[in-house]
């Protein structure tokens, strides 16, 4: 029997996610999709948190047929700190435990300028991109800490970050800063959460074709933007929520157990490619 148990453990896949369960906010669509999907491919069980719920069903039905043994989905709005609170809870009831979680929920608005960049603008995005995160990642580090304090240490902190960190962008400084925030805020994590067994990193994407970005259209113009990002792309081509499925798994797995406080680029070239 000893001989058969080592034998199973050794032939698992090196990013198996078996009983772990993995959190995406803004999970119906987009990133958060595209992270539970891999994650979902190597037998997690997943959480969606989405402020649309009829997007639900079609996720957990996708989730279900790449291999998601559980999937809860909850209708959460990050902005509110007490939602973000019970709902968290909720979800640990629920399923028990939570041992990765994607702070992904967000949305981008540009300005003309940034002189003509209103208060209302600027406090609208931070409500959800930056404050919605800091309520999700408390909530998952508090859940972590009690978890290692009663024995059982270990787990995965990842948040969307964005090419914004490294390039300037005109009218979207307050959707820069937001991310930019996030990136020290990981940095300061995987300081303080290691002692628990809990790592810290940030997915930076490229141009990734989602609902966001225009991929859910179509057209001319959609077209335009396609050809312009795949010419100033080294590969050649705009990215998909495909391309979130590998990183996923690895950062939700044991493969990137001495893998923190980074911020892991997935963007096709476009970062290293000179002007």
Avoid at 101 to 117: I, K
Avoid at 146 to 159: E, F, T, W, Y
């Amino acid at each position: 029997m000893i001989n058969e148990i080592s034998s199973q453990t050794k032939n698992r896949s090196l990013f198996d996610l078996t009983g772990r369960v993995v959190l995406a906010t803004g999970g119906n669509s987009g990133i958060g999709l595209g992270f539970l999907l891999g994650c979902a491919k190597q037998g997690a069980d997943v959480i969606i948190w989405d402020i649309n719920p009829a997007g639900h069903d079609g996720t957990i039905a996708q989730l279900r047929d790449a291999g998601a043994r559980r999937c809860l989905a909850q209708t959460v709005d990050v902005s509110d700190e007490a939602a973000v609170i019970s709902a968290f809870r909720d979800a640990v009831g629920e399923m028990g435990r939570v041992d990765c979680v994607l702070a992904n929920a967000g949305f981008t608005s540009r300005a003309p300028s940034f002189p003509d960049l209103t208060s209302e603008t600027y406090h609208a995005l931070m409500n959800v991109n930056l404050h919605g995160a800091f309520y999700t990642l408390r909530e998952a580090t508090r859940h972590m800490r009690d978890r290692a304090k009663a024995g059982d240490c270990g787990g995965s902190i990842v948040v969307t970050g964005s090419l914004s960190i490294f390039h300037g962008l005109q009218g979207m400084e307050h959707y820069a800063g937001a991310k930019g925030a996030l990136a020290a805020m990981v940095k300061g994590l995987a300081v303080e959460m290691g002692q628990f067994g809990v790592r810290a990193n940030m997915l930076a994407p490229g141009f990734i074709m989602t609902g966001m970005t225009g991929g859910a259209g179509g057209g001319a113009e959609l077209d335009k933007v396609i050809e312009r990002m795949s010419s100033i792309t080294p590969l050649g081509r705009p990215g998909t929520i495909s391309d979130i499925e590998g990183p996923a798994a690895y950062l939700a797995s044991d493969a990137s157990q001495f893998h923190t406080g980074d911020i892991l680029v997935i963007d096709g070239g476009r970062h290293v490619k000179s002007l």
